[in-house]
């Protein structure tokens, strides 16, 4: 191999290291969490509601409790929650370093956030009306809904999403649940893993704006 050859190597060997360790500085459990799970749980006023709110789990369940729950999630139930909703195949999803990472980042969390003490906050849409979310929902929407329920959200085979009847209730709550979660024995599937808790959202302000229904009938 001529020098000039090995030095290159030497240097694309060094500079994918620095990237590596530049990567490990933050928390490669929070990083897991963020993609996979904060579509259903908050932490820190951040994420979904589908899940309890996870912002000081450390200080409820310890580590081998939280390690059950991501790996049989009926097991326990939480209280006020149904089983069944969060995803079982995360024993198949995670290496057991990704889930030790997963779960010691989770057992230090024992700071109550005071942003999440509002009840109300979560279920409302922060998107509604926002030109720039909508159009950001609208190319989820384009790629990943509208085959089934129509460009224009019109429907089609499935249910118009732009009219006032909803099958269980049009509120922010209970459509970002059917979108997150799915309808069980029906072709609409859970979009938890596809999709971030903001994206949600971002498809909801685009479903908003495109409604035709009354407006003595926005329950949102
Ligand atoms: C599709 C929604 C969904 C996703 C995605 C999800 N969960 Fe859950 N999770 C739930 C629900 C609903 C519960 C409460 C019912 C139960 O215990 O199964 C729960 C319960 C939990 C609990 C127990 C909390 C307590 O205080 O009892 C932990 C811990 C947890 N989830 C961690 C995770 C982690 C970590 C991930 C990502 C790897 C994750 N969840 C992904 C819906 C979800
Ligand atoms: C494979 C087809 C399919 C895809 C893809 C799909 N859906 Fe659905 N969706 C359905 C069906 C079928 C129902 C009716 C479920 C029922 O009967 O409870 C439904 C129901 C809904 C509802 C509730 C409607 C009501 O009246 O209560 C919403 C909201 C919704 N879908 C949004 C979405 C969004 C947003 C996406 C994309 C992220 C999406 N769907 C992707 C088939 C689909």
Redesign the pocket.
């Known amino acids: 191999m001529g020098k000039k050859l090995l030095y290159a190597g030497l240097l694309m060997v060094l500079i994918l290291a620095a990237e590596r360790s530049q990567a490990a500085d933050e928390d490669p459990g929070k990083q897991?969490?963020l993609d996979?799970?904060q579509?259903?749980?908050r932490i820190n006023g951040t994420g979904g509601d589908?899940?309890?709110d996870?912002s000081s789990?450390g200080a409820?369940?310890d580590a081998e409790f939280?390690r059950q729950?991501?790996l049989d999630?009926?097991a326990?139930?939480?209280e006020g929650?149904?089983?069944d909703?969060?995803?079982k195949n995360?024993k198949e999803l995670f290496t057991e370093d990704q889930l030790n990472q997963?779960v010691t980042f989770?057992s230090h969390l024992k700071e109550p956030s005071k942003e999440t003490t509002g009840a109300s906050q979560d279920t409302k849409n922060p998107y509604t009306g926002n030109p720039q979310a909508i159009a950001e929902g609208q190319e989820i929407f384009l790629r990943l809904c509208a085959h089934c329920h129509g460009g224009n959200a019109e429907g089609g085979t499935c249910p118009d999403l732009t009219d006032d009847y909803w099958i269980f209730g049009g509120t922010d709550k209970v459509v970002y649940r059917t979108i997150?979660?799915g309808r069980k024995g029906t072709k609409m599937s859970?979009f938890?893993d596809s999709l971030k808790s903001d994206e949600v959202w971002k498809v909801i302000a685009y479903i908003r704006s495109k409604y035709k229904g009354g407006p003595e009938k926005i329950v949102w």
């Open positions: 897991l969490f996979t799970c579509t259903c749980h589908v899940g309890p996870l789990v409820r369940r939280i729950s991501i999630p009926n326990v139930v939480t929650y149904k089983p909703i969060m995803p995360f997963l989770l997150v979660v859970g938890w």
